[in-house]
């Protein structure tokens, strides 16, 4: 990937009459939402984007992919954990809702009503769904960091006679609920 930063937005009629393709980096200012999930402002970010329009239904297309080294925090130790974030970009560019219906599985909805297509909006939006839903560090090292004890488990418990298992328990109270039941039907019937 390019060093050199993507332009803010592209003219879509141009982008893809021309079939243009850029490839660059993007600055974490221009992120402001992707931003704020990070644990710091230092990150990479690049991208690759092609702008097609298919031959057969003249469907305008964005693919490419992105790429982002980022810090973030790691959900068990609360300490920062480098993660490498990519993606593929597989969008079609529609100008209303009502024609998501129409598309391709393999495709992305990306609705643009205006003539300029702000890049960095697309990006974010393509880096916040790259995020994982749980971040950990890949070893052990953070459990060992908290000092956690393992609780030691007493051998044969759930054999002794005098322990019950949860489903005994829950035997015993339905059983108790349907005496009850019994009970209050035949004092019902008495009366």
Known sequence: MSEGPIPAYVDVRKAFGQALSLSGSVSLELLPRFR??????????????????????????????IEAQVEMTCQ???????????????????????????????????????PKLELAELVEEQL?????????????????????EAVPEAEGAENEPGAASP?????ELKAKTAKTAKKAAKAKKAK
């Open 36 to 65: 704020e999930c990070l644990a710091s402002d230092q990150a990479r970010v690049g991208v690759n984007l092609s702008f097609s329009v298919d031959p057969d239904t003249g469907q305008r297309q964005i693919t490419g992919d």
């Open 76 to 114: 068990r130790c609360l300490q920062a954990v480098g993660l490498e974030l990519s993606d593929s970009i597989r969008l079609a560019l529609l100008v209303s809702e009502d024609q998501v219906a129409s598309l391709e599985p393999e495709w992305d909805p990306w609705i643009c009503t205006e």
């Open 128 to 148: 916040i769904l790259a995020l994982p839903i749980v971040i950990l560090h890949d070893d052990a090292a953070c459990i060992d960091k908290l000092e956690y």
């Open 167 to 171: 489903f005994a328990v829950l035997s």
